[in-house]
């Protein structure tokens, strides 16, 4: 059976999302603004995190877009591939794509290229977690939750074969003969 160590508690998480929201609604002060989830990884981080932004001072808006990377279950390929767009356009919006993790980045990059040519007015990603020794700076993060060692994570909408993605915490997955 796998097991789960918790690494970072509901209560951690909840103080630097709370932090992510302050600088957002500082950095957009009097602006308007498009939230792009990415699914399935971000549900839980975008919730919290779009409710951490004062709505008194940022017009905010949630929108969705479904990626996928191929590979195994714990590596990812490079290969995305958009399997739900957006259902508006973006040009003229400030934008901030919102994901749960970096890891190779590889998605992030792709994501980031993908939406810049829709003609944005501004364009920033937000991740709560990266795994710097993998991404080795391939791409600049503006909002960033945690960074963390090269391990295998779950919980807070991140998930191990489309489990544990309804944890309150976060934690490094132990697999049997791992
Ligand atoms: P990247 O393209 O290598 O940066 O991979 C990004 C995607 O891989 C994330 O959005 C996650 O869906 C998944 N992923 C990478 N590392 C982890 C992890 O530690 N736990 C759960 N999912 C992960
Ligand atoms: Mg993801």
Known sequence: MA????FLSRE??????????????SDYDGQSLVLIGILKGAFVFLSDLARAIDSSRVD???????A????????????????????KPIDGENVIIVEDIVDTGLTAKYLLENLA?????????CSLLEKPSKSKGIINIDYLGFSIDDKFVVG???DYAQRYRNLPHIGVLHLPNS
């Not at 191929?70 to 259902?87: K, M, P, R, W």
């Open 3 to 6: 097991t789960v160590e918790e």
């Open 12 to 25: 951690e998480i909840k103080q630097r999302v709370d932090e992510l929201g302050e600088k957002i609604t």
């Open 60 to 66: 905010v808006k949630i929108e969705f877009m479904v």
């Open 68 to 87: 996928r990377s191929y590979g195994d279950a714990t590596e990812s390929s490079g290969v995305v591939q958009i399997t739900q767009d957006l259902t």
């Open 117 to 125: 040519t829709r003609n944005p007015n501004s364009l920033k990603f």
């Open 156 to 158: 807070y909408g991140l």
